[in-house]
């Protein structure tokens, strides 16, 4: 008697595996390098002068290649559109500088509904979407966060002096690590990959293998999101470089050693065919070969770059015979959107109203089966455009791009209408048959006439979509000071609001004493007595420096690598202003002791918005600069409303 019950216990395991199988949630992994693109991996750039990228190549041979694949110019707006699935103006993001890489405060992350839905979620490399509450990491769905500050290891934000090599210092939810050969490397790295010392992308790697190791162990799903700084510039030469190849080209070649390891971690762990891998080849354009333009601009090479997906549970290569190539349009704000569709993820409970998804699923143009296609992207408009000022301009190298399809459903058309400037007349091309956009279809009067009706669509869809991503366009993102989550902020002079020009966004431009001024908007948490320390030079080198004095220690200067010791300032007093709308809080001047770091204030401020603009004058009363550093805290005691 008992081996039929056996049997039949045995049968109906076998029976519920698959259901098993299906019920383990697919973990998913983003890798996102820094202004890279076509030309800077061997797929697709087979010169000799190329970087050798084996690793990716293999994993853009097994993967789905989406062919069209748009991001927005530049840093921040692409990921914050990757992030949130909306419009970077819509959200708040259209600079890498100026506060307008900050994310509106109720903007809704592809981590947090990743988190909404039972997984872990964590961020390793970079983030460029503010370091100060309400904007970090943690308070944008991420659990776990190994990262570097601001835009790039030169860029003000970070600590004074970073670089890729050690010695160096990245942050461990929130707290700073020095970067050593230990915590850059797991045993057994150099002999598999040589990579012999620590290096920044080695040490994100490192960490993000030992994170996704212990949620395996754990049971627990994850969404690992790895943005390499890798090659933004400036570029150091990681100890494994290949003899007589650039710094740059060592630099990308690092990152795919660091590929090869976490695709072979999830090969050796079991995960492989269950993770779903997306590799965006790139977070913003750059100039390439096969494509015409460059980073901050609206032809085809400055918001096009490569991106696969691979995940062979679902269908989405795994193989190089099952790999294939998806030649529709289709931008990275479908990503969040496609994971909810394709793992059947629900969305969070609490999403504004406003904050209504751009993007689509992309389920039908992955999915292998024919009747799943969708005749709907044959009618999409995607519109993407470079804004880099405090404030947005209409039609500023705006670009406007559909595919027309054929009677079978073929892609017939791929249109680009675009503007150089907002002033700049529009400009056609068909990149299907003009991939390098050498023929501007409205440069000769005589047959431009023909297109009237294509233009015609594109301009009214872009109507459409100014008003609505303009909509907000005045307000500020503003850091919250006094607030339990973070009491203290320094207030950075590369966030300044500026009417022209740019703020000292590197430490190069700090060192060389640039002369700017602008406004931090900020919000104050509650009403309180507030500190504020006005400094030239940070407090993490105040013992090497003081507010009129150059650099004890000489910096490598940005992309030229060269020395300085920096340029004194005469400094002999400081003001500063805080005040909203037409009423002024405070307009305080003092002197300066040339000795000291800088000047103090002490100042009573209610709760809510405000505005804080600093200055720092010669003997004679002129203006040099604003304060670069602005560490501001609030005092133990309470003022009244």
Request: hydrophobic letters at 35%; a neutral charge.
């Amino acid at each position: 008697m008992r081996k039929p019950l056996l049997l039949t216990l045995s049968l109906l395991v076998l029976a519920m595996m698959p259901m098993c199988i299906l019920a383990q949630k697919t973990n998913v992994i983003i890798i996102m390098p820094d202004d890279l693109s076509y030309s800077d991996y061997s797929y697709y750039n087979q010169s000799e002068s190329s970087p050798q990228t084996p690793h990716i190549d293999q994993l853009v041979g097994e993967s789905v290649r989406l062919n069209d694949f748009h991001v927005a110019p530049t840093c921040s707006p692409s990921r914050s559109q990757l992030m949130t699935g909306r419009d970077d103006n819509e959200v708040g993001v259209w600079h890498t500088v100026m506060g307008r890489y900050f994310m509106n405060k109720d903007e809704v992350t592809m981590a947090d509904v990743f988190k909404a839905n039972g997984y872990r979620t964590a961020l390793f490399g970079k983030w460029h979407l503010g370091e100060s509450y309400p904007f970090r990491p943690k308070d944008r769905g991420f659990e776990r966060v190994d990262m570097i500050q601001g835009g790039g290891i030169e860029q003000q934000p970070a600590p004074w002096g970073i670089r890729n090599t050690a010695p160096s210092i990245v942050f461990n939810d929130d707290k700073p690590v020095m970067l050593t050969d230990e915590n850059a490397n797991l045993p057994g790295a150099a002999k598999h990959f040589g990579i012999p010392e620590a290096f920044t992308s080695n040490y994100f790697t490192t960490q993000a293998i030992d994170y996704m190791q212990a949620k395996q162990k754990d049971k627990e799903p994850f969404f690992v999101y790895l943005p390499y700084n890798d090659a933004h510039e400036p570029n150091d030469t990681p100890p494994d470089a290949r003899k007589g190849v650039s710094p740059h080209v060592a630099t990308i070649e690092n990152m795919d050693k660091n590929v090869g390891r976490i695709m072979k971690f999830l090969d050796d762990s079991g995960m492989a065919s269950n993770t779903m891998v997306v590799f965006i080849l790139g977070d913003n354009g750059i100039a390439n070969f096969r494509l015409r333009g460059d980073k901050a601009t609206s032809y085809e090479a400055g918001h096009r770059v490569p991106c696969v997906v691979r995940w062979a549970d679902g269908g989405y290569g795994g193989t190089k015979a099952t790999s294939r190539d998806i030649e529709g349009m289709i931008t990275e704000m479908d990503l969040l959107p496609t994971f909810m569709d394709v793992l059947n993820l629900h969305d969070v409970t609490n999403r504004p109203a406003r904050a209504v998804l751009a993007g689509r699923s992309v389920k039908m143009l992955l999915d292998t089966k024919t009747k799943n296609k969708d005749v709907a992207f044959g009618t999409r408009v995607l519109i993407v455009d470079n804004q880099r000022l405090d404030n947005l301009v209409k039609y500023k190298e705006a670009c406007i791009m559909k595919d027309e399809l054929d009677a079978a459903g073929s892609i017939k058309h791929k249109w680009r209408l675009m503007r150089t400037s907002a002033t700049a007349p529009w400009e056609l091309y068909d990149i299907k048959a003009d991939l390098q956009q050498k023929k501007d279809l409205l440069a000769n009067t005589a047959t431009s006439g023909q297109y009237s009706t294509i233009i015609k669509l594109l301009q009214n869809a872009y109507e459409k979509w100014w008003t609505k991503v303009s909509a907000n366009a005045s307000d500020y993102a503003r850091p919250i000071i006094g607030s339990p989550e973070e009491p203290s902020i320094c207030l950075f002079g590369h966030d300044w609001h500026m009417d022209a020009g740019l703020p000292p966004w590197n430490q190069t431009l700090i060192a060389g004493g640039l002369k700017a001024n602008g406004f931090n908007a900020v919000t104050f948490a509650k009403a309180n007595d507030y500190t504020f320390d006005l400094r030239r030079w940070p407090s993490d080198i105040a013992n090497e420096t003081t507010v009129t004095s150059g650099l004890q220690n000489p910096l490598r200067t940005t992309i030229s690598n060269a020395l300085t010791y920096g340029k004194p300032l005469p400094i002999r007093s400081a003001r500063i202003r805080v005040w909203n709308g037409n009423k002024t809080y405070s307009d305080e001047r003092k002197d300066v002791v040339p000795e000291s770091d800088g000047a103090v204030f002490t100042i009573k401020l209610p709760a809510g918005p405000a505005m804080v603009q600093t200055w720092f004058y010669d003997a004679e009363g002129q203006e040099l600069c604003g304060a670069y550093y602005n560490y501001v805290s609030p005092k133990n005691t309470t003022a009244k409303p």
